[in-house]
C-alpha cells in the first residue's frame, strides 16, 4: 500500500470509528452532530425532467427531483442508521459557518464517493438549519466494508460529522 493511500485508509476508519461511537452515544459535543445514514441514489438518478407548459402554450422542461431522491430524503431524513438529527441554533452571527466529513462505508466500486456529497449537504441543510452555501469544509472519503470493519461493528453506509465551525 503507497504511503497516501495508507494514509487515507487510516484516516478514513478512524474517522468512521469516530462517527460511530458518536452517533450511537447520542451525546455529541454541542458543536457537532453524527449520523449514519444510507446511501442516496446516484447523481444520475436524483432529478428528472418533466414537460410542462408555459403561459404562451409552449413546452419546456422542468427538472423535479426524482421519486427515488424524494424516497432517500424521507428515508435518511427521519430514519437514519444511527445518530439523531439537530437543529443548530446559532447566536449574534447564525447562520453560521460549518463543515461536514462524509466516510463512504462499503459503498460499490462503482460510484464516485464525491458524488454522494450534494444530497447529504442538502439534507443537513434542510434537517438542520444551516445553509448548505456556508458549508466551509467539504471532504469524502471511501472506505472498504472488510471483515475486519464488520467485526469492529461498522456497517455499510454514509458516516457524516457536521461541525459548526468556530470564528478563527
Given at each position: ?156 453506509g454514509l458516516y457524516v460529522l ?7
Open positions: 500500500m503507497t504511503f497516501l493511500a495508507m494514509a487515507f485508509h487510516d484516516l478514513a476508519l478512524e474517522t468512521a470509528r469516530y462517527i460511530d461511537l458518536a452517533a450511537r452515544s447520542g451525546e455529541p459535543d454541542e458543536l457537532e452532530m453524527a449520523l449514519i445514514l444510507p446511501f442516496p441514489p446516484s447523481t444520475n438518478h436524483l432529478y428528472s425532467s418533466r414537460i410542462e407548459h408555459g403561459q404562451d402554450g409552449g413546452p419546456y422542461a422542468r427538472r423535479v427531483k426524482s421519486g427515488d431522491y424524494e424516497h432517500w430524503i424521507k428515508e435518511a431524513g427521519f430514519a437514519p442508521y444511527a445518530g439523531k438529527w439537530r437543529r443548530f441554533t446559532g447566536e449574534v452571527n447564525y447562520p453560521a459557518r460549518w463543515g461536514m466529513l462524509i466516510v463512504a462505508v462499503g459503498m460499490s466500486d462503482r460510484r464516485d464517493v464525491s458524488n454522494t456529497y450534494k444530497p447529504v449537504e442538502d439534507l443537513v441543510a434542510r434537517m438542520t438549519g444551516l445553509q448548505d452555501k456556508l458549508n466551509y469544509v467539504a471532504p469524502a472519503l471511501r472506505l472498504d466494508l472488510t471483515p475486519d470493519l464488520k467485526s469492529a461493528g461498522l456497517r455499510a457536521v461541525e459548526e465551525l468556530e470564528d478563527a
